[in-house]
């Protein structure tokens, strides 16, 4: 399972960015939960959000309102949109993805994820 992340980047406080995954498995990205992670430098890595195959969601409580979490089917592709950034929103940017997953169970844990990508940094400066 290939997942590769792109549109990380370095913003003010207060911006936006679109994070994106691609995956090279339509099986994958058409019946998988996928997710998104965050780990910032000394810190463990933490859930942002999910959607899972019937398009169930969940956020983290740290990102709701800020974030939004979606599918483009006709390109195989996971974004995660988050607006209103802060400086504690900086930290590597995980794309992971699982043969199932629950959102309404608290989390969601780095644990309950199988695959994962390379990551994408994003960098909020005050």
């Known amino acids: 399972v290939r997942l590769v992340e792109s549109g990380g980047g370095s913003v003010q406080a207060g911006g936006s960015l679109r994070l994106s995954c691609l995956s090279a498995s339509r099986y994958v990205y058409s019946r998988y939960c996928m997710g998104w992670f965050r780990q910032a430098p000394g810190k463990e890595r933490e859930g942002v959000a999910i959607?899972?195959?019937?398009?169930?969601?969940s956020y983290a409580d740290f990102v709701k309102g800020r974030a939004t979490i979606s599918k483009d089917n006709a390109k195989n592709t996971l974004y995660l949109q988050i607006n209103s950034l802060k400086p504690e929103d900086t930290a590597m940017y995980y794309c992971a993805a699982d043969p199932s997953c629950d959102v309404a169970a608290p989390g969601p844990l780095e644990t309950d994820f199988e695959y994962w990508g390379q990551g994408t940094q994003v960098t909020v400066s005050s």
């Open positions: 959607i899972d195959a019937d398009g169930g969601i």
